[in-house]
């Protein structure tokens, strides 16, 4: 599990996960380490390590506080409190919540967002955001100089000046 969460949070491609009715313990940390989550309203999230006598572990210490705060973060994992999906939306725990029925048809929309999107620069912007908590800022816009370097390399960094130009969408090809 370690090896999965450690792998969603580093790897560029961006991961969309969708959560209806429970998120808990590794559940609840792989919906936490997406780069989208679109929960039903009514999901529940849950913590449930302490509730039963033993102490988080998937990244649930480094991913909730980060996330909403130290003080939410010993609610949840201290107190063992559920949250619902739009509580937890409300919190910043995940990117957004929907009725239910509307789970699926958000997150594929998003994904097809993401894939017809500039590739290159959402994987290296992932990269720069994944670790700018852990550096300075001087070590950060060093980071967002390389990537800004690399990106700039890109068709896509092409396309996007020519129909910013021409004022019109660019057509993006993942290159």
């Known amino acids: 599990a370690h090896r999965l969460i450690e792998l969603m949070l580093s790897i560029q491609l961006p991961v969309v996960c969708a959560v209806r009715g429970w998120a808990a313990g590794l559940g609840c940390q792989l919906a936490l380490a997406a780069d989208f989550t679109v ?7 849950w913590e449930p390590f302490v509730a039963r006598g033993f102490t988080p572990d998937g990244a649930a210490t480094w991913l909730l506080p980060r996330l909403v705060g130290v003080a939410r ?40 967002r993401l894939a017809q999107g500039p590739t290159v620069a959402i994987g290296l912007a992932k990269s720069c955001l994944r670790g700018s908590l852990e550096l300075t800022l001087n ?12 990106s700039a390399r890109s068709e896509d960094f092409r396309e996007g000046l020519a129909a910013f130009k021409e004022r019109r969408e660019p057509k993006y090809k993942g290159r």
């Open 39 to 45: 929960a039903a309203d009514d999901a529940t999230f």
């Open 73 to 112: 973060a010993k609610e949840l994992l201290l107190l063992g409190e559920k949250v619902t999906g739009r509580q937890a939306a409300e919190w910043g725990m995940i990117h957004r919540s929907v009725p239910g029925d509307e789970v699926a048809g958000v997150s594929e929309d998003l994904l097809r």
């Open 139 to 150: 070590e950060a816009m060093a980071k967002e100089a390389l990537a800004l370097e690399l």
